[in-house]
């Protein structure tokens, strides 16, 4: 901070010294100040210098920025400006130099009734000579050593006319001296700040591009290149080729002076509010655009040079009102000590260019002299450095921080990379361990729901048991007779979830469901009323586990004379089973005619497993499964779907249970060939066989259930 401060403080004295140093006045006998031997007399465009000798002339006072506009009015389009001196001895016998350090708009010149020269272009393609001083050489054949010379100017007037107060006549080179150092400080200079500016917004354009955060770096740029715009018309005489003929003179202007100030007014307040880092609210920014597209409109339709200048001043107050914005918006009594930092260094960055603003009041309208260069723009340009500077220090800063931080980063993951290694071994052992506790687990599980026995009477069975992981969540478990050879029930549960957790349950809900369907089996009590006792079991015994399970129950009775069995079945939530009738080819969902809902293992909701009950003669197909099946998707998202089910089983109904399991798994897995599965997958089909051919083979019969 104490840096900054000392760098633009130096800057001001360095300023202020160089709008206050004098150039060292030149010998009196070799140049002399014709500023108070000019006379005008009012023109027109027409007027030539014959004309010029017959009209008469007045006093012509030099004083003010708009001398001429002043004597002669604003109405006024052309003048003429005479004035008459006797060459000094030292001067006789010499050629000399016209120096004229302001004229404004555009001018012609002649010595003694010789044109010698002429700046800017008169109308119909009018041309301003803009801020460059005028010089001509005159040879010493048109001077009258003896007697009277006569120096005539036709001026051309636009906007805010004026002469300087400098209009110095002396030797060849020392005049011409002059006008190089006068040109250096009105023109040259700027081309040299026009490099600097280019540079830099070069470099914080790409700055801003790299980190693509701080958006102070990316207004600096264009308020560089603003800056650039805005000293165009200071330097373009010296370059080889002025501005193209074919642009007329009052669009270039537009495009250059004005059009480059509103910008640098934008982009100055958009980097006020950045670099503060303050949040700017909506209707602040719309309102600064609009200020910037207002001015840009009106001074891009302005019809002329004149109304131009007209508009100039409320044009220039638009500009201060929006940098003004900029400092409302980060004026805030609640600033955070970072933000209250970075407000003081902007106070200071900016007063430059307010002191060059007071000097330049103070030039052009106390003492009323049109010749000086514009301390307003030097101290922009310091201004800008000070930016520089600011931005420099920040994105070092970041820069600094973040080398810091990726050191740190670096030791950190270094540190952790040594003490993961060095468990690295005991965490392999543990996984290791881990994956042979789960192995043994699913063999376990495998175990505890063995496939049916090949040989039951009037039954074909297959089983296809899919986990999605090692362990499942499925479960299902038949009920036999104590000889193994009459199948009494079959059940299917579905624990919510899958792996590890669901797994367990299953082994807890298993013996549950065994024990309460072979003791109501000997009570005779009917599947419902066995499925309201599993799940008040099933509640109590898993206590605080928030699994649940769906399930379907059957139980099977004797086969009549005409080898029907029937079968009950409780549905507790879970997806119906379907049932294919060889004598009708009708394949379909078996529904209880109440309605049933609830899970089991869930004590806060009221359930309901009503009992249906049906038939099964020889041929006919039952098929139940986990919702694994018909719930899964194709990579279109579209489900398998128990109507593709019930497709394959009345295509199939002719093949055994093995071959109609087999076609539906491979259907299944055409369909969801590529996607990978969410959940486990249990089928179970069910074939009626005659019973009767069962009895032959064993002899006997048990008439168990």
Request: some cysteine; glycine content about 6%.
């Amino acid at each position: 901070m104490r840096f900054q401060k000392f760098i633009i403080i130096l800057s001001i004295f360095l300023q202020l010294g160089l709008l206050g140093c004098k150039k060292k006045d030149l010998t009196e006998n070799l140049v002399i100040n014709l500023k108070d031997r000019f006379y005008w007399a009012e023109a027109d465009a027409k007027s030539t210098i014959k004309d010029a000798e017959t009209l008469r002339f007045h006093k012509f006072s030099t004083d003010g920025v708009s001398n001429i506009l002043k004597v002669a009015g604003k109405d006024t389009e052309y003048v003429w400006l005479m004035a008459v001196f006797a060459l000094p001895e030292d001067l006789r016998g010499k050629a000399l130099g016209l120096l004229i350090s302001y004229l404004h708009f555009a001018d012609k010149v002649w010595v003694n009734g010789t044109f010698v020269g002429s700046y800017g272009q008169f109308p119909p393609h009018s041309k301003s000579s803009l801020w460059g001083s005028h010089f001509y050489s005159i040879p010493e054949p048109l001077l009258n050593p003896v007697g009277r010379n006569i120096i005539l100017i036709k001026v051309y007037c636009k906007g805010q006319s004026g002469i300087s107060d400098n209009i110095l006549l002396g030797e060849h080179n020392i005049i011409k001296n002059r006008d190089t150092l006068h040109t250096f400080g009105q023109s040259i200079i700027y081309l040299f700040a026009e490099g600097g500016m280019l540079f830099a917004a070069i470099i914080f354009l790409l700055i801003f591009i790299w980190r693509q955060k701080e958006r102070e770096y990316l207004s600096f740029a264009f308020l560089c290149l603003s800056s650039m715009i805005l000293d165009t018309p200071f330097f373009t005489r010296l370059l080889p080729v002025d501005y193209p003929s074919n642009i007329p003179f009052l669009f270039f202007y537009k495009c250059t002076l004005p059009e480059g100030l509103y910008l640098i007014a934008f982009f100055a307040s958009s980097l006020v509010i950045q670099f503060v880092k303050k949040k700017e609210l909506r209707a602040i920014r719309i309102t600064r655009i609009s200020i910037l597209a207002i001015c840009s409109v009106l001074t891009f339709t302005a019809p002329s040079y004149e109304f131009l200048m007209m508009i100039c001043p409320y044009m220039i107050a638009l500009s201060i009102l929006q940098l003004l914005l900029g400092f409302v918006v980060v004026f805030d009594k609640k600033l955070s000590e970072e933000e209250r930092h970075n407000f003081k260094i902007l106070q200071f960055a900016f007063i430059p260019l307010i002191v060059s603003i007071v000097i330049d009041i103070f030039i052009r309208k106390v003492i009323q002299k049109a010749d000086t260069p514009y301390a307003t723009l030097f101290g922009w340009l310091i201004t800008i450095c000070n930016f520089m500077v600011l931005l420099s220090q920040r994105y070092n800063k970041a820069v600094s921080q973040n080398e810091y931080m990726n050191v740190q980063l670096r030791r950190e993951v270094l540190k952790q990379t040594k003490e993961l290694s060095e468990k690295n071994t005991t965490l392999e052992d543990q996984i290791n361990r881990s994956e042979a506790d789960l192995e043994m687990a699913a063999i376990v599980q495998k175990k505890f729901f063995p496939y049916p026995p090949k040989s039951l009477k009037g039954w074909d069975i297959a089983v296809s048991y899919s986990p999605l992981d090692k362990v499942s969540g499925d479960m299902y478990d038949f009920y036999v007779d104590s000889k193994g050879n009459i199948l009494n029930g079959f059940s299917l549960f579905d624990v919510s979830g899958h792996g590890i957790a669901a797994s367990l349950v299953t082994m807890l809900a298993k013996n549950i469901i065994f024990q309460a369907f072979t003791r109501n089996l000997r009570r005779h009590e009917n599947v419902s009323r066995t499925l309201y006792e599993i799940n008040n079991e099933i509640i109590e015994a898993k206590g605080e586990i928030e699994n649940y399970l769906t399930g379907l129950m059957f139980r099977f009775g004797k086969f009549d004379k005409n080898d029907e069995c029937e079968v009950s079945m409780a549905n507790a939530g879970h997806p119906n089973p379907i049932l294919y009738s060889a004598k009708s080819n009708i394949c379909d969902e078996i529904e209880t005619h109440e309605e049933h809902h609830g899970a089991i293992g869930l004590d806060f909701i009221e359930v309901s497993f009503p009992q249906v009950d049906f038939s099964m003669a020889e041929d006919d197909i039952l098929v139940f499964y986990t919702d694994g099946l018909t719930e899964s998707r194709r990579s279109d998202g579209q489900m398998f779907g128990k109507e593709r089910v019930k497709r394959i089983i009345k295509e199939n109904f002719a093949k055994d249970a093995q071959s109609i399991m087999e076609e539906l798994i491979d259907s299944f897995q055409s369909f969801t060939e590529g996607v990978k599965r969410d959940d486990d997958i249990t089928v179970v089909v069910m074939k009626r066989e005659n019973s009767s051919n069962f009895i032959e083979e064993l002899g006997e019969v048990d008439d168990f259930g």
